[in-house]
């Protein structure tokens, strides 16, 4: 299997947006097992309640337990499928084991993992793994976990990781001399990071998998009034997200493009590529740094305790 050029055809998009449960693509999920990180609410629900209505076994994740079980009876009432959930804090590398663990006990087979969790604070918070809390959750968690389901990914073939990412990696770059912000901090720039190495990680992994029928691809959700960076918001963000909300998407909208190439047809084989509105785009040209790409795996193997990952 090989990554697919931008300039080679495309299936039409069934949807631009699911704004209701009755609009949701006219494809069905029923027999794949979907797992969905942070599924408990804003785009991650919206994306595991979207693909449970089309019939998939859908799998959740959540840090709060009462809010992760709500959340799954919750879906089940509007899916056709089983839901199960699996909570666990994974900014912390241990309960990302231990979670991960606890779904290859109990998922036989997964089809498709979104790497959805991820969030924005505004401030320097540090893990119980000592590192800065916007890249362990945002990328390392994603690399941790993946790397830990892969082989229940390749039994499970054809198989799909999707990387939630966004547009603002155009913004990011890679600085390996202080991944952790400890010289010097700022939210937007951590955040971008993340996302960069978001977009890095999904092209590698595609190159080191493409033998093995597990496709891999990053998507940009837009901007969507969720409660992102509520925890920690900054000053500018507390001004200025009242008025843009007017302007934002829903969450069902944002979960659009996740949904799409979740489900797209096992036939459409590309790999390693970036979508925004359930479309195939250009990302930025510092995502195409191979180079960085391998040292951003290797690094990150390192500090997740897992050298030769991949």
């Known amino acids: 299997m090989k990554t ?121 918070h540090v893990t119980a793994d000592g590192l800065e809390h916007t890249f362990a959750l945002n990328h390392l968690a994603s690399f941790l976990l993946t790397n830990l389901l892969l082989d229940r990914l390749q039994q499970s073939r054809p198989a799909r990781v999707v990387t939630v990412a966004s547009n603002a990696h155009a913004q990011g770059r890679i600085d390996f001399d202080d991944l952790q912000g400890e010289r010097s901090y ?35 959700p837009g901007v969507v009034r969720t409660s992102f960076g509520a925890e920690d918001p900054g000053r500018a963000q507390r001004l200025s997200i009242p008025l843009m909300k007017l302007f934002m998407k829903a969450p069902t909208q944002g979960a659009a493009t996740s949904i799409h190439v979740a489900s797209s047809s096992d036939r459409d084989q590309r790999t390693g590529l970036f979508f925004a509105n359930s479309k195939a785009k250009r990302s930025s040209k510092r995502s195409y740094d191979e180079a960085t790409a391998a040292r951003l795996w290797e690094v990150s193997a390192d500090l997740v305790g897992l050298r030769g990952a991949g």
């Open 186 to 220: 700022s939210g937007a720039v951590a955040y971008n990071q993340s996302k960069l190495a978001n977009v890095l990680f999904t092209y590698e992994l595609a190159r080191r998998v493409q033998a093995s029928a597990v496709i891999a691809n990053a998507v940009h």
């Open 4 to 124: 697919a050029p931008l300039d080679q055809p495309r299936p039409t998009p069934v949807i631009a947006g699911v704004k209701k449960m009755n609009e949701i693509p006219n494809r069905s999920m029923v027999g794949k097992t979907v797992l969905v990180t942070g599924g408990t609410g804003g785009i991650g629900r919206a994306t595991a309640t979207g693909l449970a209505a089309m019939g998939a076994h859908l799998a959740n994740t959540g840090r709060d337990r009462e809010r992760t079980e709500g959340a799954g009876r919750e879906i089940s009432a509007v899916g056709r499928g089983q839901v199960d959930v699996f909570v666990g804090d994974l900014s912390s590398q241990s309960e990302v084991r231990r979670l991960a663990g606890e779904i290859l006990e109990r998922l036989p087979r997964i089809d498709v993992l979104i790497n959805n969790v991820g969030g924005y604070w505004n401030n320097r």
